[in-house]
C-alpha cells in the first residue's frame, strides 16, 4: 500500500490496519517501517502486550529491535470484529487475529505465533492515527 492510500480515510479501517502492520513489521526496509509508524503512530500511543504497558517510545523501540534481530512474516491476518466510528471520519476500532513467523536473523531459528490485536484508530488532522494497541501474544 503506497502512502496515498494510507492517508486514505475512506478505505476500509480494517484494511487501513491490515497494511500498517504490513508497511511495520512484514516488510524489509527499515527506512519505511520507521516512516510509517513516525507518521501513523500517535506520540501519545498506549500499547498493552499481555498485561505489561508501553508508551510510544517504548513500543518504537520494541519495533526497532525486533526488525534488528528477526525477519518477520505474516501467514494470515483475520478481522475478528470491527467498529466504525458513526461520524463517518474513518476513525473506529478494529480486532485482528494474526498468524506469523518470526526468523532469528543470527541462527535462522523460526518462532511462529499468534496475536490478537486491537487497534483504536482516530482522526486527527484528517489523518487516521493509530492511538491505542492492546495485543495479547502466545
Not at 520507521?34 to 503512530?41: A, K, Q, R, S, Y
Not at 470484529?81 to 476513525?91: F, K, R, T
Request: one cysteine or more; aromatic letters at 6%; glycine letters at 4%.
Amino acid at each position: 500500500m503506497s502512502a496515498p492510500q494510507l492517508t486514505n480515510n475512506s478505505i476500509p479501517l480494517s484494511q487501513w490496519v491490515d497494511q500498517l502492520f504490513r508497511r511495520i513489521f512484514f516488510q524489509p526496509e527499515d527506512t519505511l517501517a520507521l516512516d510509517t509508524f513516525n507518521e501513523f503512530i500517535s506520540h501519545d500511543l498506549l500499547v498493552r502486550m499481555n498485561h505489561t504497558r508501553f508508551t510510544h517510545d517504548q513500543y518504537l523501540d520494541m519495533v526497532k529491535q525486533a526488525r534488528g534481530n528477526n525477519s518477520m512474516s505474516l501467514q494470515a491476518s483475520d478481522e475478528v470484529l470491527a467498529w466504525n466510528a458513526p461520524d463517518g471520519s474513518g476513525a473506529g476500532c478494529v480486532a485482528q487475529l494474526l498468524h506469523l513467523t518470526l526468523t532469528d536473523k543470527a541462527n535462522g531459528t523460526e518462532t511462529k505465533s499468534s496475536n490478537l490485536a486491537l487497534a483504536n484508530v482516530l482522526v486527527r488532522e484528517g489523518k487516521r492515527m493509530l492511538v491505542e494497541l492492546t495485543e495479547v501474544a502466545l
